[in-house]
């Protein structure tokens, strides 16, 4: 199943660890576990520390269970995080397939994925285009982090 919440790309993968190590070994409620995602990693708000969750549960280093969320026991490895992220997040493969050798703006590659957006979430918003290429920055900056793109002259390529 793919997750669409993307929170904002850390700097460093470090970071990603430290929200993940924040999460408990032993399965707790989404309620709890945000709670210590807020206490424990800094995480702004309980918002921001659901998206973590589940986008951590599409990256393979959480794992959501019947009890709640529980980090996995597995090594943060960065090969994995950026399969599973291919695989896992809503978008991710088609945001990757759009990027080319030259360097291109994250509304460029919106454009080109618009309409994989669900008609429900156009209807949300008023202004969905520019939630969405929001949306779809994000994943670019996660792309980066993950050694998937690189920022190359105000935009977005695949990595040399």
């Not at 995480?43 to 269970?65: N, P």
Request: overall charge negative; aromatic content about 8%; hydrophobic content about 40%.
């Amino acid at each position: 199943m793919q997750r669409k919440p993307v929170p904002p790309a850390p700097d460093s993968i470090e970071r990603v660890r430290e929200v993940r190590d924040a999460a408990p070994l032993v399965p707790e409620s989404e309620d709890d576990c945000c709670r210590r995602l807020v206490e424990r990693a800094g995480v702004h708000d309980r918002g921001q520390a659901s998206a973590w969750l589940v986008f951590l549960t599409a990256l393979g280093a959480v794992e959501e269970t019947d009890l709640g969320y529980a980090r996995s026991r597995e090594d943060l490895d960065c090969d994995a995080l950026a399969a599973n992220f291919r695989e896992n997040v809503f978008l991710a493969p088609e945001v990757l397939d759009a990027l080319g050798d030259d360097p291109r703006r994250a509304s460029d590659i919106f454009e080109t994925v618009r309409e994989r957006v669900p008609r429900w979430e156009r209807t949300k918003r008023q202004d969905w285009e520019g939630f969405w290429t929001e949306r779809v920055e994000r994943r670019l900056d996660w792309a980066v982090l993950l050694g998937l793109a690189e920022r190359a002259d105000g935009g977005y390529r695949r990595p040399d």
